[in-house]
């Protein structure tokens, strides 16, 4: 009888610990992220969800990748289909749609107030709707403009302050630098495609000249700038870029970001405006370059302009649907702890939410990261209308784009610009 007695609590215990084996192999959380398509973003992602996992055997992450550009057409499909993941990307140009939509939880519901206090409060606003928290903050990318370290000190150039300082040294660095007759070497990567990436680069520049794509009057009711003098000095000034001083290289309206990065990686332009996310993907694709990149705020127009920069804050949102949130929350939290922060920041760039660590020695002291760190003393938020998108990613780049190619003057452009955001008002 003992001997039975032993058998069945031996047998008991193993069938327990099986369950509990079972048990820890259990979860997956889903996570739909655009960065992990990048590098070197996939390499430090991947090292941070395997120190999660190893923290959280309960928990596995199943990390799919789609690219950003891509992401706003999938995310509103995969959620009229119910097909949502548990966790996905969100960015400020499309919260105001995740909050008309439904699909994103109320982060106040998930997370304590002391903790949402501990992120960088202008970060945390990009991504809140009428109060509401849609997304939890990852990382920032506030803007300025990358450039040739080297370039500039042979040539005896220091970064501009004024949009004429920086054409002067375009200028002075557009050149044929093998003496064959053609130019080679352009002062500017200019993005002006019709997508995200050049939308959200021209509103910095458009604001730069002292207009608004999109702002409250006194009244409270939202109104542009785009067909005012300063919104058409910038659209003349960004275009003649091109058409006039010819500056850039050849074809900018086929130049997203991942061309522009490649034309900085192979030394064919100077400067590019971008946010310290693209340090890590030059020097991981042209190790040479490590020590010659550096970053000034983007300059302002002489006349009633002033420095601008946007935050870029770029976070996850919780699907409502998922019955995975505490999960979701922890994942979330580990990704921006100290530890993860850290090493997201020296393998990338992207510079961290959490007060704290953005006035950590790591941070501030990095040479290649001083500019972007000063741009952030000039940080404006962004509207998060749900129609904002549209203005960035369409309204403003068919604007510029008409401009460059002849089919319609500055004014022309303006005017149809203004229309169409107007009438984007007037309908939400």
Request: hydrophobic share 40%; charged share 25%; no cysteine.
């Amino acid at each position: 009888m003992k001997l039975r007695s032993n058998v069945k609590i031996v047998l008991f215990t193993l069938v327990f610990v099986l369950f509990s084996i079972m048990s820890v192999q259990a979860v997956t959380l889903e996570v739909m992220d655009s960065v992990i398509v990048e590098s070197p973003e996939r390499e430090a992602l991947l090292q941070i969800i395997e120190n999660f996992e190893e923290e959280n055997p309960d928990i596995t992450i199943d990390y799919q990748g789609v690219p950003m550009n891509d992401a706003y057409a999938q995310i509103p499909t995969l959620a009229t289909s119910g097909a949502l993941p548990d966790v996905y990307l969100a960015t400020l140009d499309f919260i105001g749609t995740f909050e008309d939509m439904g699909i994103a939880t109320d982060l106040r519901d998930v997370f304590s107030q002391e903790y949402l206090d501990g992120f960088n409060q202008n970060s945390l606003s990009e991504l809140t709707v009428d109060g509401k928290v849609l997304a939890h903050p990852f990382f920032v990318i506030p803007m300025g403009v990358l450039y040739r370290i080297d370039w500039f000190e042979e040539k005896g150039l220091t970064p501009p302050e004024t949009w004429e300082e920086f054409l002067d040294i375009a200028n002075e660095l557009t050149e044929d630098t093998n003496g064959d007759g053609s130019v080679d070497r352009w002062g500017f990567a200019m993005l002006a495609s019709r997508d995200g990436s050049g939308g959200s680069r021209f509103i910095q520049i458009f604001r730069t000249f002292g207009g608004y794509e999109l702002r409250l009057n006194d009244e409270g009711e939202y109104v542009t700038d785009v067909n005012t003098p300063q919104g058409r000095n910038a659209f003349e000034f960004f275009t003649e870029l091109n058409t006039e001083h010819e500056v850039v290289p050849p074809g900018p309206m086929e130049v997203s970001y991942g061309e522009a990065l490649n034309l900085m990686v192979t030394n064919k332009t100077a400067m590019m405006v971008t946010g310290p996310h693209s340090i890590g993907g030059i020097i991981e694709r042209n190790p040479e370059l490590d020590g010659k990149i550096g970053a000034f705020p983007l300059p302002m127009a002489q006349d009633g302009g002033k420095h601008i920069s946007v935050l870029n804050t770029y976070g996850h949102a919780i699907n409502p649907d998922s019955d995975k949130k505490e999960e979701a929350a922890k994942f979330l939290k580990f990704l921006v702890n100290d530890e993860s922060a850290l090493l997201w920041n020296e393998m990338t760039g992207r510079m961290p939410t959490r007060t704290g660590l953005l006035q950590s020695p790591e941070v501030q002291d990095r040479p290649d990261l001083a500019g972007f760190v000063e741009a952030m003393d000039y940080a404006e938020p962004l509207p998060t209308v749900s129609y904002y998108s549209t203005i960035m990613t369409d309204i403003l780049p068919s604007a510029y784009q008409s401009i460059i190619v002849g089919q319609a003057t500055v004014e022309e452009a303006a005017e149809r610009a203004e229309e169409r955001i107007i009438s984007l008002i007037e309908e939400n």
